[in-house]
């Protein structure tokens, strides 16, 4: 797989997921335009970038539920590469809660998770349009199973789903495909960001392990390497679709 001279914009690469998928595509050459908000930890994984193959990548300080931030990122990575391959809709975070959760907290979820994956989406298409390029758009295991506790983080992502379905249709006939990548539990910060503590994480994903088929949660890594094929010519069949990757745990328990 080799992505030499692609130009590949990754949100919420300053950790996480996004930081895995950025070290991925660096190591296949890429070109990358980062996008975070926290200046210290972005900056830091660009230099793990630079480090693999001497390739800098761009890096922009934004937050995408704010309008003019996605404006400028798109504004930023064309000034920088003059064009767009592919577009990697990672930024997002979580706040446990349940039906009774404040509905402010669902209002600033929808507002990172899905319209700022909207806007992004909706301002670089007539660059993929050029480059006929792709869309990898990073939802969750709990757009599809059920999780009370996330209802409205796990609504964000169902949304994300039917987004990204709805412009695979649209896109498809014109060359630009678009995917959704459906990962379980992954030992990142998400949890530990906004609802547990370090403990209460670590308690959780060693008790969620056991349960699961493979005894085991993801790593950034390998959801990375997941994104990079859909991201790649190797894909170049597969539009609209949901890829799971969650060790089994969709499975869910065998009753024989
Ligand atoms: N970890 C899991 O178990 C899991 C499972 C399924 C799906 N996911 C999804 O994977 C994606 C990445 O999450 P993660 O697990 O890697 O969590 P993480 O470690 O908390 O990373 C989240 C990233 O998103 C960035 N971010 C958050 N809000 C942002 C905003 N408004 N604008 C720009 N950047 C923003 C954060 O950076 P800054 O703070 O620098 O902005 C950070 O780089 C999310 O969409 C999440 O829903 C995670």
Same mark, same amino acid.
Request: net charge negative; charged share 20%; aromatic share 6%.
């Given at each position: 797989? /080799? ?8 949100? @919420?690469?300053?950790? @996480?997921? @996004?930081?895995?998928?950025?070290? +991925? ?15 210290? #930890? ?9 480090? =693999? ?5 761009? =890096? ?11 404006? +400028?990122?798109?504004?930023? =990575?064309? /000034?920088?590469? %003059?064009?767009? /391959? ?11 809660? @349940? ?5 402010? #907290?669902?209002?600033? *979820? *929808?507002?990172? #998770? ?7 989406? $909706? ?28 209802? %409205?983080?796990? *609504? ?18 014109? %060359?630009? +495909?678009?995917? *959704? ?18 403990? $209460? ?13 493979? +005894? ?29 990757? /969650? ?10």
């Amino acid at each position: 797989m /080799d992505f030499s001279s692609k130009v590949i914009l990754i949100t @919420g690469a300053s950790g @996480g997921i @996004g930081a895995s998928c950025a070290l +991925r595509f660096a190591s296949l050459g890429a070109d990358l335009a980062l996008v975070g908000r926290n200046s210290e #930890n972005l900056e830091n994984i660009a230099g793990k970038c630079e480090e =693999t193959k001497g390739l800098r990548p761009l =890096t922009i300080i934004a937050d995408v539920s704010i309008d003019e931030d996605v404006e +400028r990122i798109v504004q930023e =990575t064309i /000034d920088r590469y %003059g064009k767009i /391959d592919v577009l990697v809709n990672n930024a997002g975070f979580l706040i446990m809660s @349940g039906l009774s959760g404040d509905i402010e #907290n669902f209002d600033k *979820m *929808m507002a990172t #998770n899905i319209r700022g994956t909207y806007l992004l989406t $909706q301002k670089t298409v007539p660059y993929l349009l050029e480059t006929k390029g792709n869309i990898v758009n990073i939802s969750s295991i709990v757009s599809i199973k059920p999780v009370p506790a996330m209802l %409205g983080y796990s *609504m964000t992502k169902a949304a994300m789903d039917i987004f990204t379905k709805c412009i695979a249709l649209e896109l498809g006939p014109k %060359g630009v +495909r678009a995917n *959704m990548v459906n990962p379980g539990p992954v030992d990142t910060n998400l949890f530990t960001a906004n609802s547990l503590t370090p403990e $209460q994480n670590n308690q959780y994903l060693s008790k969620v392990s056991e349960a699961i088929p493979l +005894r085991k949660v993801s790593k950034g890594e390998d959801v990375a390497k997941l994104v990079s094929f859909l991201a790649s010519d190797d894909a170049s069949c597969i539009t609209g679709t949901n890829n799971i990757i /969650d060790c089994g745990l969709i499975l869910g328990e065998t009753f024989f």
